[in-house]
């Protein structure tokens, strides 16, 4: 290699676009970061670039430590999308509650849950707190013969805007050997809210009980 140096050509991390000069050129450049007058030039012109880690960098392969480049256009489309995203999530949640149960004395002031039309065939419940959708709680439908378990799914609103799922902490899990359901619609709406680390006891209100009562939604 000592007659030769490896260049390389900063580009989009999303479209693979390449960076390049006045003329159109591609930019060669010889580290993973980007020299301090091309990082202004770029983010002039509305790239957005992630500064890398210099004390990771282990030389021009190291994919990890560099910089991070995404181009405009993408930047554009991301955003268009997002707001596409959470318009069509808006529509979803401006539908009027069919049902809502008060659930403050559980899981804290201004929390319900509540159940658009069409939401009880799916035994799904919104997780409201203080009128904003933090989460959804849903039996789990078998795939194949679509009939529900016992257990139930939940899911959190990120700051993204979209829904990921929660674990059940194991004190709360529909079965001692998966933690992929939880035992009660109410535990699984806690969980939304608290995220509890997976070793947190069962709240006081959901203490389990040897025989089924009404209250075994919880
Ligand atoms: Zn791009």
Redesign the pocket.
């Known amino acids: 290699m000592t007659s030769f140096r490896t260049v390389l050509v900063p580009h989009?991390e999303?479209?693979?676009?390449a960076v390049t000069d006045e003329e159109g050129r591609e930019v060669t450049v010889t580290q993973r970061w980007l020299p301090d007058d091309l990082h202004d030039r770029l983010t002039g012109q509305g790239w957005q670039i992630t500064r890398g880690d210099r004390h990771r960098n282990n030389g021009v392969h190291d994919t990890f430590g560099g910089d991070r480049l995404?181009?405009a256009?993408?930047l554009a489309r991301n955003a268009a999308k997002a707001a596409a995203d959470e318009a069509r999530l808006k529509e979803a949640f401006a539908s009027p509650r069919v049902k809502t149960v008060d659930l403050s004395a559980k899981l804290g002031a201004g929390v319900t849950l509540s159940q658009r039309d069409g939401d009880a065939a799916d035994h799904c419940w919104l997780v409201e707190q203080g009128g904003a959708v933090r989460g959804y709680v849903q039996r789990y439908r078998r795939k194949g013969t679509g009939t529900f378990s016992t257990g139930w799914e939940a899911f959190y609103r990120h700051t993204d805007g979209y829904f990921y799922r929660r674990e059940a902490v194991m004190s709360c899990a529909n079965s001692d050997r998966s933690n992929y359901l939880w035992s009660g619609r109410d535990v699984a709406a806690w969980g939304v809210l608290a995220n509890p680390w997976s070793g947190a006891d069962r709240p006081d209100w959901a203490r389990r009980t040897t025989k089924k009562t009404k209250e075994s939604t919880a």
């Open positions: 989009c999303q479209c693979q676009s995404r181009c256009d993408c």
